[in-house]
T-cell receptor, first 111, second 117 residues
Framework: KQEVTQIPAALSVPEGENLVLNCSFT??????LQWFRQDPGKGLTSLLL?????REQTSGRLNASLDKSSGRSTLYIAASQPGDSATYLC??????????FGGGTRLMVKP | DAGVIQSPRHEVTEMGQEVTLRCKPI?????LFWYRQTMMRGLELLIY????????DSGMPEDRFSAKMPNASFSTLKIQPSEPRDSAVYFC???????????????FGSGTRLTVV
């Protein structure tokens, strides 16, 4: 059974810092990995999707990497802003269309 | 496209009552998922459908929960009778192979916040 872990569970940084969120998974036979953002009381917004054949994806200040063999992904946020404050979730897709989610990292960026 | 549409946004009901949550997936998507989110357990997959057919319902907590997808544009999640421990946010998501190929992945609705008192 796939298990996804995100470290740290919570992170507080001053505005302008570059930061890294970590995601690890136990079963490396994944099809892809997706990073989501969730604001309090809101739904999930897709940030980046990395296919199993890819090593990284970039969107603006966000960069996600994938090392399938070691079961790890990182989400790099450059020049963090208060508006980046949210919970970040990673999810992996194994056989079929099922997504398994990590517990999330709650990020607070202080002005 | 309006995205995945869920209704109601909020539902407060008394223990023992029947609750029906609704979801309209993105047009053309052939896979639909129901998730439940709680502080204690995070996001849990309840059930998913491919081409309107239930594929895996192993996440459905118990017989009080049932889900249907009568057509490609509509799904319901029903709880009967509801209990306080069912209080959670219920999300619906949809996808198909083409969204993955385009790099978009899964699209989630805004969720239904259910409170059972």
């Amino acid at each position: 059974k796939q298990e996804v872990t995100q470290i740290p569970a919570a992170l507080s940084v001053p505005e302008g810092e570059n930061l890294v969120l970590n995601c690890s998974f136990t079963d490396s036979a994944i099809y892809n990995l997706q990073w989501f953002r969730q604001d309090p009381g809101k739904g999930l917004t897709s940030l980046l999707l990395i296919q199993s054949s890819q090593r990284e994806q970039t969107s603006g200040r966000l960069n996600a990497s994938l090392d399938k063999s070691s079961g790890r992904s990182t989400l790099y946020i450059a020049a963090s802003q208060p508006g980046d404050s949210a919970t970040y979730l990673c999810a992996v897709r194994n056989a079929g269309n099922m997504l398994t989610f990590g517990g999330g990292t709650r990020l607070m960026v202080k002005p | 496209d309006a995205g995945v549409i869920q209704s109601p946004r909020h539902e407060v009901t008394e223990m023992g009552q029947e609750v029906t949550l609704r979801c309209k997936p993105i047009s053309g998507h052939n896979s639909l998922f129901w998730y439940r989110q709680t502080m204690m357990r995070g996001l849990e997959l309840l059930i998913y459908f491919n081409n309107n057919v239930p594929i895996d319902d192993s996440g459905m907590p118990e017989d009080r929960f049932s889900a249907k997808m009568p057509n490609a544009s509509f799904s319901t999640l029903k709880i009967q009778p509801s209990e306080p421990r069912d209080s959670a946010v219920y999300f619906c998501a949809s996808t198909d192979v083409r969204t993955f190929l385009k790099g978009y992945g899964y699209t989630f609705g805004s969720g239904t916040r259910l409170t059972v008192v």
